[in-house]
């Protein structure tokens, strides 16, 4: 699942299936059409893309190669399909879309969405901790305006142009709501990213952060539950500016705190719906709160809507990004890859959050500062304690004789 892009890798689901129909149109050698200035000539290829592309690289006063043209083919045959998840990824770019899914990518430290106000703009989603962006104080919601001197355009192009070799500079114009207009040098780097952090809150409570859900994030998500079993009492996990990734991964994770039973149910085009359920023993004991934003997306809405839905958490913050739709990897036969909506998700509940997101239990404001959520998941979490406490049973003046 993803509703953000990394600016130098996209999360999502990576499936062997081959999209081969789509590779069947395009892969064959180009033929030489002939004729002469406006007389249309037979194509040797009974394929109507087939032999467009044989007219244009034979006919043209422009000179192309092949692939560019079937790179262009296959992003008009997305754009036809009118899927705003839908991208193509040239083989150089899926090598990153690959390495971001297993936590190493080379860019900036920004993920990147859609402005929820206007189709067009592309705003910062959540910025890397320790990154070139996070030193440079790039925030949340800033909207990228240019990148190398060129329009953002698209979320997937302007992934596209954020992506280049350690160490290459890339020029970004920025616009914020504090900061106003402005323009930073950032100096691209490789990243073995940490999305998942652990902090203590106050002497009872554990703070586990997960920026995205890469590979590995389960795993890590409890191993920082065991530590906080053994140090702490009650625990916030924090999921805001998550913007989703690996749909295996945010079961694992819900799995943690949930003792079997259903965490999302997602549902193909013509198919039954598919439940996936917790896996193994969960700790279903320890306080817990979700802390969620706007930010908060895709798979990491999955995790938040099963742990409400199931009664494990509260959630706190405010309403969600609202993505409910699964997306699909292919690798195509010359290396590059198609992602696909191949289906809509539903929480445990059967709720359907696409466009709506999750509505968080205790609301916050999100122009407050970022400990003020913290501070109510604290006493929020001191009454989950107080609810679990048994009350003291009164001893009888009888039985103190």
Known sequence: MRSLRRAAGVGGIVAGLLLAYAAGLLTGALTDGGGSSGTPTASRSADPVA?????????AARDVD???LEQAAIQGMLDALGDRWASYYPPSEYASFADALEGRYTGVGL????ADEGAGRVVVGSVTPGSPADDARVRVGDVLLGIDGEGPGSVSRAASLLRGRDGSSVRLELAGERTGRRTLTLVRTTFETRDVAGRALDAQTRVVSVGAFTRGVGRQVRDQLGQARQDHDALVLDLRGNPGGLLDEAVEVASAFLDGGPVVSYERRGEQPRWLDAVGDGDTTTPLVVLVDAGTASAAEV???ALQDRGRAVVVGARTFGKGSVQE??????GSALELTVGHYRTPSG???DGTGVTPDIAVS???????AERRAVEVLRGLRAARTPAPVPTSSRAAR
Not at 51 to 59: E, K, L, N, V
Not at 329 to 334: K, N, R, S, Y
């Open 351 to 353: 709720r359907d959050i």
């Open 111 to 114: 993920w990147l969405r859609d």
């Open 66 to 68: 092949r692939s560019t």
């Open 51 to 59: 032999a467009a592309a044989d007219r244009i690289a034979t006919g």
């Open 366 to 372: 999100p122009r407050q500062a970022p400990d003020v």
């Open 303 to 305: 995790v938040a809507a």
């Open 329 to 334: 990897g292919a690798e195509l036969p010359d």
